[in-house]
């Protein structure tokens, strides 16, 4: 039909082409393994982004092709990010803290030739590396990296994409069986750019400076590696000090860091530096967390500390990953104190573009009251439709047109989300179910602890029953008893943990979130007491 919009692709190249043009002098920050502080400009960045490009077009890399990495967040990995996906390739992150074996079937798994490490990680390179038969050139990210691209003409012409022509991979952890990866093309990615950049959701802007503690190998740092250029923001990157408190502090503090973004594994060790060091971040404004339920604990240290707002938001590898964020709500400063604690545990309103339900185990949708918990479906622009070549059809996307996120929520009439559980770590007790998210919430309230995870273990009555593992606050000697006591009035008595265990450490997922799995085998032989 003639008189219509035009038809511009909706690719990561127009993301690349509009910073360059409007936000070159935009400022990137890196900790990298040879400089404490790297700066450069989005116009750097993109200037090495075609050269790059040029390079790796020498080097045999064609369209549809995969590029693999295995790096932390710097400016150079942000340089492959846009070179290899606006060339028309796949860039394929890894995440270094998998089990080998794990890294070596997903980078099989992937296809690529070619892939691109940090010198910090040369050590598990090599342990790789007679695994990957595919593997034909290594390129490590510092002065091999830089001899890669010099002497490559800075001029490039990006292709004209089709916008749902792949830009990159990333797989899923995979509790159980092989880690599926997800396959995100330029169309998902921008509009979860534009969707994440909204006011209610993450508010991004060019006045402000980004800190990405999430890890560009986890569902690519939340989309800022796309979403804060396509502002115009500063780009903060941790590189190898993701989880240094004292690197953590230093750049919130000089880079005047307005949102940081990670999981809230994170949180509490920058929370606890700053208590320790006598520290208040003037500067931040909002810290963006999710991957796992934030503990209200870790959300008022900082409202009450630094004067931070957490935007508590839930998204999965699946979903680009955006799916919910917690923005403040009109009429919040004048809610209760409870009213906003029972608000801030809930992981907020879905973004324009993702739709959800939840169904109950016939697969009848459930009423939005906030209180009926069922199975989480989603459906979008951004959420993958399937996984990349398994073979099999998969479980989670059985019913047509919807995502099955293997999460248990509740929504509220107003649509704001509350995540109760994984439906794997649901506690199923005498048939009724048992939020081990909620439990552990309230646990993690108690002034003496640090942490607290709920698993469900084995029960001859009641099927299971909860088991509460906790670490003290450093120097505090909190009693089993102590903490049943605190339990008391603030949860249903039939919740109430059958015993509480004091550990030193909670095991970590290679994503830094809680580790369920681990913990049911750690506690595998674990009986309850008579
Ligand atoms: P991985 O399992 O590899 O860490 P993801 O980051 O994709 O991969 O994990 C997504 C899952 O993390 C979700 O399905 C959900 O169970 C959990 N999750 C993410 N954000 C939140 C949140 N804010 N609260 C509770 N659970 C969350």
Redesign the pocket.
């Known amino acids: 039909m003639h008189g219509l919009m035009m038809d511009t692709p909706l690719t990561i190249t127009t993301i690349l082409r509009h910073a360059e043009r409007v936000n070159a002098a935009s400022e990137i920050v890196s900790v990298t393994a040879d400089a404490p502080r790297h700066r450069c400009t989005y116009a750097d960045v993109f200037r090495r982004a075609r050269q790059l490009a040029n390079a790796l077009t020498a080097a045999g890399v064609r369209p549809g092709d995969r590029v693999a990495t295995l790096a932390w967040n710097d400016y150079r990995h942000l340089e492959l990010y846009y070179a290899v996906s606006c060339m028309g390739a796949v860039l394929h992150t890894l995440n270094p803290r998998l089990f080998a074996e794990q890294i070596t079937y997903i980078f099989n798994h992937g296809g690529a030739r070619i892939l691109f490490a940090d010198q910090t990680l040369l050590p598990l390179v090599e342990i790789l590396r007679p695994g990957l038969p595919a593997l034909e050139r290594l390129v490590v990210l510092g002065p091999d990296y830089e001899a890669f691209i010099a002497g490559q003409p800075d001029r490039y012409d990006w292709p004209e994409l089709d916008e749902r022509e792949a830009s990159s991979l990333c797989y899923?952890?995979g509790t159980t069986g092989h880690p599926k990866g997800v396959l995100y093309n330029h169309r998902a990615t921008l509009l979860h750019s534009y969707g994440s950049t909204l006011v209610d959701t993450l508010a991004l802007s060019r006045r402000d400076s980004v800190l990405a503690v999430v890890p560009m190998f986890?569902?690519n740092a939340w989309g800022l590696p796309y979403s804060v250029p396509m502002v115009g923001g500063k780009l903060v990157f941790p590189g190898p000090k993701m989880g240094d408190g004292a690197t953590l502090a230093a750049l919130i503090a000089e880079e005047q860091v307005t949102i940081a973004a990670g999981v809230p594994t994170v949180w509490q060790l920058l929370l606890n530096y700053a208590r320790e060091h006598d520290l208040v971040f003037h500067s931040l404004e909002r810290i963006l967390v999710?991957?796992?339920?934030?503990p209200l604990s870790i959300m008022n240290e900082f409202r009450d500390r630094h004067g931070v707002w957490c935007v508590?938001?839930?998204?999965?590898?699946?979903m680009t990953?955006l799916g919910t964020a917690n923005a403040k709500p009109p009429g919040y400063d004048a809610l209760s104190p409870v009213a906003q604690d029972a608000f801030r545990v809930r992981?907020g309103r879905p973004a324009f573009g993702v739709e959800m339900k939840i169904v109950d185990d016939a697969g009848r949708e459930l009423p939005w009251d906030g209180a009926s918990a069922g199975l989480l479906k989603v459906r979008g622009p951004w959420v993958c439709r399937d996984y990349y070549h398994t073979g099999e059809p998969s479980a989670a996307h059985a019913e047509p047109g919807w995502f099955a996120?293997?999460?248990v929520a509740n929504i509220a009439p107003d649509g704001t989300l509350q995540?109760t559980d994984?439906a794997k770590d649901v506690i199923k007790s005498g048939g009724e179910w048992i939020s081990s998210?909620d439990l552990e919430n309230i646990a993690a309230g108690h002034p003496d602890l640090l942490q607290a995870a709920v698993i469900g273990v084995p029960h001859p009555k009641w099927d299971e029953r909860p088991l509460l593992i906790a670490v003290p606050r450093p120097g505090a000697t909190p009693t089993r008893e102590g903490v049943l006591g605190w339990l008391e009035g603030r949860i249903a008595k039939w919740w109430t943990p059958d015993d509480v265990v004091f550990v030193e450490k909670i095991p970590l997922?290679a994503?830094g979130?809680i580790s369920k799995v681990e913990l049911r085998q750690q506690f595998r032989d674990y009986r309850l007491p008579a």
């Open positions: 899923t952890s986890h569902a999710g991957g796992s339920a934030c508590h938001a839930w998204g999965m590898t699946e990953p992981q996120t293997g999460d995540i994984r998210i997922t994503t979130k």
